[in-house]
């Protein structure tokens, strides 16, 4: 999912303009200004007509303190979202996956532990499912190579939805990106094997497990499969905005997706989701423990991805959760646990530059009480700029698709792909490793040092989410 850049000058006015009603007449109460404000920004995203629908669900101490919907579910504009549209949650649908997972283990099903090979023994590569365990698949620390690009294009040009023979045989002759344990990588095919497993552990559909684990403890009527509220009214359906212009999505063809994506939600339903993670009635605390725990890679680097959740800081407060989407993000959910606010926000329009990720950001601003950050760039030490210059780049890209740090004329530190062009975008060092992009204030980067202090890579976060560990080459 890539993040794109979008004018903010209009959302520092709206921001103004509100900073000036903090001191309106008593009887208008925090709550409501709370309401005000992210009622402005989701105004704002409709006006620039770049997405075209998409709703947003606040919960504070398990009270509703925003739930509301903007824009529209048809290109016509005929049919309003509202707060019961339902959505694709797409990846969010891991952090469901992984927690159907803890509770089998807390049911006696099976275990973190187990191998890939005891739930499927016909697994096209024996050494590797003999050393690969459930918990490496649902925290992406398998080393199995991820499908989606290769399958998915595939399906669109001969329309034949993947089977289990299809992502075999797309397994079979490659080799793990890494050892288990020894790196980490987005893997969408450990959690699409995640969900063979489930069913061949409960003797049941993947599908009704999800009701019976997620959906009727937690009384979620509007969760389900795509494909099985495809047909309902209600449901928006995905669109893509391309050259200005917003039109229809080939994702909507894409209802086999299941286990690393496939569900769909209203908002207010999804952001009910994590409280059930919090307050046992899906699992239990030490499950969640284990969910919300960072990975310590064999190589000595921590990641904030736990058991299918996405973790790290937002502005001082911890938070987990999930994305999902594609060219952009259409949905994001977090939690953060100390605040016990839960934000999630769906979009219908891939894309975009105005996706989940971006209102998500300025709407847990206004929910904290927070103003965008102004960074300081602190100074760096020669040492730690000898560490840290040089290339880095994803396991699973292509050796050509690097990314470099550099100093750059003026002295500051710089980011950018290898081959590209561009200056690239400023890091400001706010100590200890850890950087603030310019830009996008809110994202950080935060080098990994080994055992004798090198610099062996460093993660990316997105509105204080996880996104990526990227290694150093050189």
């Known amino acids: 999912m890539k993040k794109f850049s979008f004018c903010l000058a209009l959302i520092f006015i709206i921001y103004a303009c509100n900073e000036k009603k903090d001191s309106s007449p008593s009887d208008i109460n925090a709550d409501g200004l709370i309401v005000q404000k992210i009622d402005s920004i989701g105004n704002h995203f409709i006006e620039q007509g770049k997405v075209l629908g998409f709703s947003i669900a606040v919960l504070r101490k398990g009270d509703t303190l925003y739930n509301k919907a903007f824009g529209y579910i048809d290109s016509a504009k005929t049919k309003p979202a509202t707060t019961r549209t339902i959505y694709k949650i797409a990846s969010i649908t891991k952090a469901h996956v992984a927690s159907m997972v803890l509770k089998l283990q807390e049911e006696g099903k099976l275990s973190l532990e187990d191998t890939l090979h005891k739930w499927l023994p016909d697994y096209p590569n024996k050494d590797q499912a003999q050393k690969i365990k459930i918990r490496h698949l649902i925290s992406h620390t ?82 389900n499969h795509y494909y099985k509220h495809k047909l309902k009214d209600g449901i928006s359906p995905t669109f893509e905005f391309k050259d200005s212009v917003i039109t229809g999505s080939h994702w909507d063809k894409f209802s086999w997706i299941k286990g690393d994506g496939g569900l769909s939600n209203t908002a207010l339903d999804l952001a009910h989701f994590p409280l059930g993670l919090n307050n046992g009635t899906l699992i239990n605390k030490q499950s969640l423990e284990k969910m919300t725990q960072a990975q310590s890679l064999a190589n000595g680097i921590k990641v904030d991805y736990g058991l299918g959740l996405r973790m790290g800081d937002f502005e001082g407060e911890n938070l987990w959760g999930h994305t999902g989407g594609e060219e952009s993000t259409w949905g994001m959910l977090k939690y953060m646990p100390e605040r016990d606010i839960s ?37 760096i030490t020669e040492d730690l700029l000898g560490k840290i210059v040089g290339d880095y780049k994803y396991v699973d890209f292509p050796d050509e698709r690097l990314y470099e740090v550099y100093q750059g004329n003026d002295g500051h530190i710089y980011v950018k792909g290898k081959n590209s062009d561009s200056r690239g975008e400023k890091l400001n060092h706010l100590g200890e490793g850890k950087f603030a992009l310019t830009t996008y204030t809110m994202d950080r980067i935060i080098f990994h040092e080994n055992g004798v202090g090198e610099i062996v890579g460093y993660s990316v976060y997105a509105n204080g989410s996880f996104r990526g560990l990227r290694n150093k080459v050189n």
């Open 142 to 223: 398998s080393g199995i190579p991820d499908y989606a690009n290769t399958l998915d294009n595939e399906f669109l040009v001969t329309g034949d939805p993947p089977n289990k023979k299809t992502y075999y045989d797309f397994i079979k002759n490659k080799p793990l990106l890494f050892e288990p344990d020894w790196g980490w990588s987005y893997s969408n095919t450990g959690f699409v094997l995640m969900a063979m497993i489930i069913e061949k552990a409960t003797g049941n559909s993947y599908e009704d497990e999800v009701q019976r684990i997620i959906a009727k403890p937690m009384k979620f009527k509007s969760l």
């Open 343 to 379: 934000i999630a926000v769906l979009v219908n329009t891939n894309s975009t530059p105005h996706d989940a990720l971006e209102i998500w950001g300025r709407v847990a601003l206004v929910v904290l009480g927070k103003k965008e950050p102004k960074h300081s760039d602190l100074p």
